[in-house]
Protein backbone atom coordinates (compact mmCIF):
# COMPACT_ATOMS: atom_id res chain seq x y z
CA UNK A 1 0.00 0.00 0.00
CA UNK A 2 1.48 3.73 -1.17
CA UNK A 3 2.66 5.98 2.18
CA UNK A 4 -0.45 8.16 1.67
CA UNK A 5 -2.88 5.71 1.31
CA UNK A 6 -1.20 3.48 4.75
CA UNK A 7 -0.87 6.44 6.62
CA UNK A 8 -4.35 8.46 5.93
CA UNK A 9 -5.54 4.52 6.90
CA UNK A 10 -3.75 4.24 9.96
CA UNK A 11 -5.24 7.72 11.45
CA UNK A 12 -8.85 6.62 10.65
CA UNK A 13 -7.89 2.94 11.91
CA UNK A 14 -5.76 3.51 14.87
CA UNK A 15 -6.63 7.24 16.22
CA UNK A 16 -10.44 7.44 15.47
CA UNK A 17 -10.14 10.67 17.44
CA UNK A 18 -8.32 12.51 14.51
CA UNK A 19 -11.09 12.06 11.74
CA UNK A 20 -12.22 15.48 13.64
CA UNK A 21 -9.44 17.12 12.13
CA UNK A 22 -11.86 17.62 9.27
CA UNK A 23 -13.68 20.20 10.70
CA UNK A 24 -10.41 22.44 10.73
CA UNK A 25 -11.05 22.61 7.50
CA UNK A 26 -14.38 25.09 8.39
CA UNK A 27 -15.91 23.21 5.35
CA UNK A 28 -18.49 21.05 4.62
CA UNK A 29 -17.79 17.57 2.44
CA UNK A 30 -19.46 19.47 -0.33
CA UNK A 31 -17.35 22.56 -0.71
CA UNK A 32 -13.88 20.70 0.06
CA UNK A 33 -15.42 18.63 -3.25
CA UNK A 34 -15.87 21.87 -4.48
CA UNK A 35 -12.57 22.82 -4.51
CA UNK A 36 -10.89 19.50 -5.34
CA UNK A 37 -12.80 20.21 -9.10
CA UNK A 38 -11.38 23.08 -9.37
CA UNK A 39 -7.86 21.67 -9.68
CA UNK A 40 -8.97 21.28 -13.44
CA UNK A 41 -7.85 24.72 -14.00
CA UNK A 42 -4.44 23.63 -12.91
CA UNK A 43 -2.46 22.85 -16.21
CA UNK A 44 -1.15 19.06 -16.25
CA UNK A 45 2.21 18.01 -15.65
CA UNK A 46 4.31 18.07 -19.19
CA UNK A 47 4.22 14.47 -20.76
CA UNK A 48 7.39 13.66 -20.25
CA UNK A 49 7.24 13.60 -16.39
CA UNK A 50 4.06 11.91 -16.38
CA UNK A 51 5.96 9.34 -17.96
CA UNK A 52 8.98 9.31 -15.58
CA UNK A 53 6.45 8.73 -12.85
CA UNK A 54 5.21 5.77 -14.74
CA UNK A 55 8.62 4.31 -14.81
CA UNK A 56 9.36 4.78 -11.66
CA UNK A 57 6.44 3.29 -9.96
CA UNK A 58 6.72 0.12 -12.58
CA UNK A 59 10.59 0.11 -11.53
CA UNK A 60 10.82 0.09 -15.23
CA UNK A 61 13.03 3.26 -15.17
CA UNK A 62 16.66 3.06 -16.32
CA UNK A 63 19.65 5.43 -16.91
CA UNK A 64 18.61 4.38 -20.99
CA UNK A 65 14.78 4.91 -20.35
CA UNK A 66 15.13 8.01 -18.80
CA UNK A 67 17.54 9.56 -21.51
CA UNK A 68 14.75 8.40 -24.36
CA UNK A 69 11.82 9.89 -22.33
CA UNK A 70 14.14 13.32 -22.22
CA UNK A 71 14.94 12.92 -26.08
CA UNK A 72 10.56 13.72 -26.51
CA UNK A 73 10.88 17.42 -24.96
CA UNK A 74 14.18 19.34 -26.12
CA UNK A 75 13.50 22.35 -24.03
CA UNK A 76 12.96 20.00 -20.73
CA UNK A 77 16.43 18.61 -21.84
CA UNK A 78 18.15 21.73 -21.90
CA UNK A 79 17.07 22.62 -18.51
CA UNK A 80 18.10 19.64 -17.06
CA UNK A 81 21.70 20.19 -18.63
CA UNK A 82 21.64 23.79 -17.25
CA UNK A 83 20.92 22.25 -13.83
CA UNK A 84 23.44 19.77 -13.93
CA UNK A 85 26.07 21.41 -15.04
CA UNK A 86 25.94 23.83 -12.28
CA UNK A 87 28.28 24.10 -9.81
CA UNK A 88 25.45 22.91 -7.16
CA UNK A 89 26.07 19.55 -9.01
CA UNK A 90 30.12 20.44 -9.97
CA UNK A 91 30.71 17.91 -12.04
CA UNK A 92 34.27 17.69 -13.67
CA UNK A 93 34.52 19.27 -17.32
CA UNK A 94 30.85 19.45 -17.63
CA UNK A 95 28.41 17.60 -19.64
CA UNK A 96 26.63 18.04 -22.97
CA UNK A 97 24.23 14.88 -23.09
CA UNK A 98 21.29 13.92 -20.77
CA UNK A 99 23.14 10.43 -20.73
CA UNK A 100 26.50 11.20 -19.27
CA UNK A 101 24.83 13.60 -16.83
CA UNK A 102 22.72 10.27 -15.62
CA UNK A 103 26.21 8.57 -15.71
CA UNK A 104 27.61 10.87 -13.02
CA UNK A 105 24.56 11.76 -11.14
CA UNK A 106 22.52 8.18 -11.64
CA UNK A 107 18.64 8.44 -13.08
CA UNK A 108 17.19 8.53 -9.72
CA UNK A 109 18.58 12.09 -9.01
CA UNK A 110 17.88 13.13 -13.17
CA UNK A 111 14.19 11.52 -12.49
CA UNK A 112 13.76 13.25 -9.62
CA UNK A 113 15.21 16.73 -11.21
CA UNK A 114 12.87 16.12 -14.34
CA UNK A 115 10.08 16.40 -11.89
CA UNK A 116 10.89 19.18 -9.99
CA UNK A 117 11.51 20.87 -13.26
CA UNK A 118 8.20 19.83 -14.13
CA UNK A 119 5.98 21.43 -11.40
CA UNK A 120 8.27 24.56 -11.32
CA UNK A 121 7.02 24.85 -15.06
CA UNK A 122 4.05 24.28 -14.68
CA UNK A 123 3.45 27.18 -11.55
CA UNK A 124 5.84 30.01 -13.45
CA UNK A 125 2.78 32.45 -13.61
CA UNK A 126 1.54 31.62 -10.06
CA UNK A 127 3.48 34.47 -8.43
CA UNK A 128 1.38 36.96 -6.26
CA UNK A 129 2.88 39.97 -3.90
CA UNK A 130 2.11 38.04 -1.06
CA UNK A 131 4.31 35.06 -2.34
CA UNK A 132 7.23 35.42 -4.18
CA UNK A 133 8.06 32.54 -6.67
CA UNK A 134 11.49 33.02 -5.98
CA UNK A 135 11.44 32.96 -2.31
CA UNK A 136 8.98 30.34 -2.29
CA UNK A 137 11.57 28.06 -4.63
CA UNK A 138 14.45 29.10 -2.22
CA UNK A 139 12.52 27.69 0.93
CA UNK A 140 11.69 24.95 -0.74
CA UNK A 141 14.63 23.60 -2.71
CA UNK A 142 16.61 24.57 0.27
CA UNK A 143 14.25 22.51 2.80
CA UNK A 144 14.69 19.87 0.08
CA UNK A 145 18.47 19.79 0.58
CA UNK A 146 18.32 19.57 3.98
CA UNK A 147 15.60 16.56 3.74
CA UNK A 148 18.09 14.47 1.71
CA UNK A 149 20.77 15.31 3.98
CA UNK A 150 19.44 14.62 6.64
CA UNK A 151 17.79 11.16 4.89
CA UNK A 152 21.60 10.17 4.15
CA UNK A 153 22.48 10.82 8.01
CA UNK A 154 19.54 8.19 9.23
CA UNK A 155 20.15 5.83 6.54
CA UNK A 156 16.54 6.25 4.28
CA UNK A 157 16.89 4.60 1.47
CA UNK A 158 15.96 6.86 -1.56
CA UNK A 159 17.31 10.09 -0.18
CA UNK A 160 16.99 11.23 -4.34
CA UNK A 161 12.96 10.98 -3.51
CA UNK A 162 13.69 12.49 0.19
CA UNK A 163 14.45 15.59 -1.87
CA UNK A 164 11.68 15.47 -4.01
CA UNK A 165 9.78 15.30 -1.15
CA UNK A 166 10.78 18.01 0.71
CA UNK A 167 10.11 20.12 -2.56
CA UNK A 168 7.09 19.63 -3.56
CA UNK A 169 5.23 19.35 0.14
CA UNK A 170 3.71 22.60 -0.34
CA UNK A 171 2.35 22.00 -3.87
CA UNK A 172 -0.85 22.48 -2.60
CA UNK A 173 -0.35 26.47 -1.42
CA UNK A 174 0.48 27.05 -5.51
CA UNK A 175 -2.40 24.92 -6.80
CA UNK A 176 -4.60 26.96 -4.24
CA UNK A 177 -2.87 30.09 -5.56
CA UNK A 178 -3.53 29.54 -8.75
CA UNK A 179 -7.31 28.38 -8.24
CA UNK A 180 -8.21 31.59 -5.46
CA UNK A 181 -5.78 34.13 -6.70
CA UNK A 182 -7.45 36.80 -4.26
CA UNK A 183 -8.53 35.11 -1.34
CA UNK A 184 -5.11 33.49 -1.01
CA UNK A 185 -3.87 37.04 -1.30
CA UNK A 186 -5.96 38.31 1.28
CA UNK A 187 -5.40 34.91 3.83
CA UNK A 188 -1.23 35.32 3.10
CA UNK A 189 -1.77 38.78 4.15
CA UNK A 190 -3.62 38.53 7.39
CA UNK A 191 -0.93 35.52 8.09
CA UNK A 192 1.61 37.69 7.52
CA UNK A 193 0.47 40.44 10.07
CA UNK A 194 -0.82 38.31 12.72
CA UNK A 195 3.16 36.21 12.45
CA UNK A 196 0.99 33.28 12.44
CA UNK A 197 1.13 29.82 10.21
CA UNK A 198 -0.70 29.35 6.64
CA UNK A 199 -2.87 26.12 8.35
CA UNK A 200 -4.42 28.76 10.93
CA UNK A 201 -5.24 30.84 7.97
CA UNK A 202 -6.98 28.47 5.70
CA UNK A 203 -9.69 27.54 8.72
CA UNK A 204 -9.95 31.60 9.68
CA UNK A 205 -10.69 32.28 5.73
CA UNK A 206 -12.69 28.99 5.16
CA UNK A 207 -9.72 27.65 2.49
CA UNK A 208 -9.40 23.98 2.28
CA UNK A 209 -6.13 23.13 3.70
CA UNK A 210 -3.72 23.18 1.18
CA UNK A 211 -1.97 19.16 2.48
CA UNK A 212 -5.35 18.11 1.02
CA UNK A 213 -5.38 20.19 -1.92
CA UNK A 214 -1.82 19.16 -2.89
CA UNK A 215 -2.49 15.62 -2.05
CA UNK A 216 -5.21 15.31 -4.27
CA UNK A 217 -3.63 17.10 -7.09
CA UNK A 218 -0.43 15.19 -6.35
CA UNK A 219 -2.83 11.79 -7.28
CA UNK A 220 -3.89 13.26 -10.53
CA UNK A 221 -0.55 13.65 -11.43
CA UNK A 222 0.15 10.19 -10.39
CA UNK A 223 2.83 11.62 -8.18
CA UNK A 224 5.40 8.54 -6.71
CA UNK A 225 3.23 7.29 -2.95
CA UNK A 226 6.02 8.70 -0.80
CA UNK A 227 5.84 12.19 -1.78
CA UNK A 228 2.13 12.06 -1.96
CA UNK A 229 2.64 10.66 1.75
CA UNK A 230 4.66 13.82 2.67
CA UNK A 231 2.17 16.62 0.76
CA UNK A 232 -0.79 15.10 2.19
CA UNK A 233 0.88 14.44 6.30
CA UNK A 234 3.67 17.30 6.63
CA UNK A 235 2.15 19.77 9.21
CA UNK A 236 0.65 16.22 11.56
CA UNK A 237 2.44 15.09 14.33
CA UNK A 238 4.02 12.12 13.82
CA UNK A 239 3.14 10.40 16.75
CA UNK A 240 -0.28 10.96 15.46
CA UNK A 241 0.52 8.81 12.50
CA UNK A 242 0.49 5.18 11.78
CA UNK A 243 1.82 3.60 8.83
CA UNK A 244 5.14 1.90 8.40
CA UNK A 245 8.69 3.69 9.93
CA UNK A 246 9.81 4.15 6.09
CA UNK A 247 6.95 6.93 5.49
CA UNK A 248 7.32 8.49 9.22
CA UNK A 249 11.50 8.44 8.75
CA UNK A 250 10.90 10.59 5.39
CA UNK A 251 8.17 12.84 7.13
CA UNK A 252 10.37 13.68 10.39
CA UNK A 253 12.92 14.69 8.11
CA UNK A 254 10.83 16.96 5.89
CA UNK A 255 9.55 18.30 8.97
CA UNK A 256 13.00 19.09 10.88
CA UNK A 257 14.55 20.74 7.55
CA UNK A 258 11.15 23.22 7.73
CA UNK A 259 12.16 24.11 11.25
CA UNK A 260 15.74 24.63 10.26
CA UNK A 261 14.64 26.76 7.08
CA UNK A 262 12.34 29.18 8.75
CA UNK A 263 14.53 29.73 11.88
CA UNK A 264 17.23 30.66 9.57
CA UNK A 265 15.11 32.81 7.55
CA UNK A 266 15.85 31.00 3.83
CA UNK A 267 13.54 31.69 1.72
CA UNK A 268 9.38 31.85 2.68
CA UNK A 269 6.47 29.42 2.13
CA UNK A 270 4.03 32.08 3.36
CA UNK A 271 4.52 31.46 6.76
CA UNK A 272 6.50 32.75 9.79
CA UNK A 273 5.79 29.95 12.32
CA UNK A 274 6.30 26.52 11.96
CA UNK A 275 3.21 23.81 12.57
CA UNK A 276 3.50 20.06 13.45
CA UNK A 277 5.96 18.22 15.40
CA UNK A 278 8.74 19.97 17.92
CA UNK A 279 11.91 19.76 16.64
CA UNK A 280 13.23 18.58 19.67
CA UNK A 281 10.80 14.94 19.11
CA UNK A 282 11.81 14.92 15.60
CA UNK A 283 15.67 14.76 16.51
CA UNK A 284 14.93 12.32 18.85
CA UNK A 285 12.51 9.96 16.60
CA UNK A 286 15.22 10.21 13.97
CA UNK A 287 17.71 9.18 17.15
CA UNK A 288 19.85 12.30 15.91
CA UNK A 289 21.49 13.84 19.39
CA UNK A 290 21.68 17.74 19.70
CA UNK A 291 25.85 17.48 19.15
CA UNK A 292 25.12 15.87 15.46
CA UNK A 293 22.96 18.98 14.98
CA UNK A 294 25.54 21.49 15.72
CA UNK A 295 28.43 19.57 14.07
CA UNK A 296 26.24 19.98 10.82
CA UNK A 297 25.06 23.66 11.50
CA UNK A 298 28.18 24.83 9.10
CA UNK A 299 27.49 22.72 6.73
CA UNK A 300 23.67 23.46 6.09
CA UNK A 301 24.83 27.18 5.99
CA UNK A 302 26.97 25.36 2.64
CA UNK A 303 23.40 23.83 1.63
CA UNK A 304 21.76 27.53 1.94
CA UNK A 305 24.97 28.63 -0.34
CA UNK A 306 24.83 26.03 -3.04
CA UNK A 307 20.82 26.46 -3.56
CA UNK A 308 20.81 30.09 -4.39
CA UNK A 309 23.65 28.40 -7.38
CA UNK A 310 20.85 25.30 -8.23
CA UNK A 311 17.88 27.98 -8.06
CA UNK A 312 19.27 30.38 -10.24
CA UNK A 313 19.63 27.30 -12.51
CA UNK A 314 16.27 26.94 -12.35
CA UNK A 315 14.93 30.27 -13.41
Known amino acids: MGAAKSLSKKIVEDQPGLTAKSSYLGLATRDLADWVSRLDAVPTLPVVAMKVNEHLASNRSSAQSIAEL ?30 KAITFLGFQTIAQLILG ?23 AMTSAALTEKLARAVGYQQPEVAYTAGLLQDLGK ?13 MLRWVKSTRTHVCIGEKEWSLPRHEEVGENLANRWKLPPEIVGVIAHHHDEI ?17 LANHTVTEMHWGSSGSVTVAGTAKEVLIEFLNLDQSWWLRNQAEFETEREKVEVLLNAYL
Not at 174 to 184: S, V
Open 70 to 99: LRQDIALSSRILRLVNSSYYAIPGGVADVR
Open 117 to 139: LSVFSVFEKSASAELSLHEFWKF
Open 174 to 186: LALITMAPEPMAK
Open 239 to 255: KELGGDLKSQQLLACVQ
